[in-house]
């Protein structure tokens, strides 16, 4: 089963940032976060992900506690195309083995 | 940017029917993935091939599945006797062999069995 936990749904307003915690205390010391999203039954999306240290790219930031038991993925500006399902997902770094999905946070960004 | 392609979008079966979901990976990426998603539940693990053979399968990939990489473009997973319960949604997706972390996948194939 999934090793994370996430609220199950979230709102944000457009143009702000939107703020996704996972909890993840199991987490050991080889594995990542991974952070994905599906809009509205497409295809899943990686987003980000990262070990330990903060990370950003040109979609998101992620913020990785310092115990690394839980994380923050963060929208900045927030659109109306970034509702959807938001997963994160932990899983030994450099792996060919499989991602396993929960059911995620449900983000929906209202105008 | 590269993306994986699914073909057909929708696809309808009669129960006991043989489907071919079919897919093109990103070209230079070595690793391919099916997974499924039945309306309104999470996405589940299917299957993972590498170098022409699976390196990895779930439980719900039993002998009713099959996967294959039948040229250099596409990878097809074969369902041989559909069941009412293979109803989904299949996604491909693929990944680079040194970036096996970001899996880029396909916009699906709702499968319906009737």
């Known amino acids: 089963d999934a090793k994370t936990t996430q609220p199950p749904s979230m709102d944000c307003a457009e143009g702000r940032a939107a703020n996704l915690p996972c909890n993840h205390s199991?987490?050991?010391?080889?594995?990542?976060v991974y952070w994905y999203r599906q809009i509205h039954s497409q295809g899943p999306q990686y987003i980000i992900h990262g070990l330990k240290n903060n990370e950003t790219n040109e979609m998101a930031s992620l913020i990785i506690t310092e115990d690394r038991k839980s994380s923050t993925l963060i929208l900045p500006h927030a659109t109306l195309r970034d509702t959807a399902v938001y997963y994160c997902?932990?899983?030994?770094?450099?792996?060919?083995?499989?991602?396993?999905f929960g059911k995620g946070t449900k983000l929906s960004v209202k105008p | 940017e590269p993306e994986v392609t699914q073909t057909p979008s929708h696809q309808v079966t009669q129960m006991g029917q043989e489907v071919i979901l079919r897919c093109v990976p990103i070209s230079n990426h070595l690793y391919f993935y099916w997974y499924r998603q039945i309306l309104g539940q999470k996405v589940e693990f299917l299957v993972s091939f590498y170098n022409n053979e699976i390196s990895e399968k779930s439980e719900i990939f039993d002998d009713q599945f099959s996967v294959e990489r039948p040229d250099g473009s596409n990878f097809t997973l074969k369902i041989r006797s559909t069941k009412l319960e293979d109803s989904a949604m299949y996604f491909c997706?693929?990944?680079?062999?040194?970036?096996?972390?970001?899996?880029?996948f396909g916009s699906g194939t709702q499968l319906s069995v009737l």
């Open positions: 997902i932990v899983r030994p770094g450099g792996s060919q083995g499989n991602l396993i």
């Open positions: 199991t987490i050991s010391g080889n594995e990542y």
């Open positions: 997706a693929s990944s680079e062999m040194d970036r096996g972390e970001k899996l880029f």
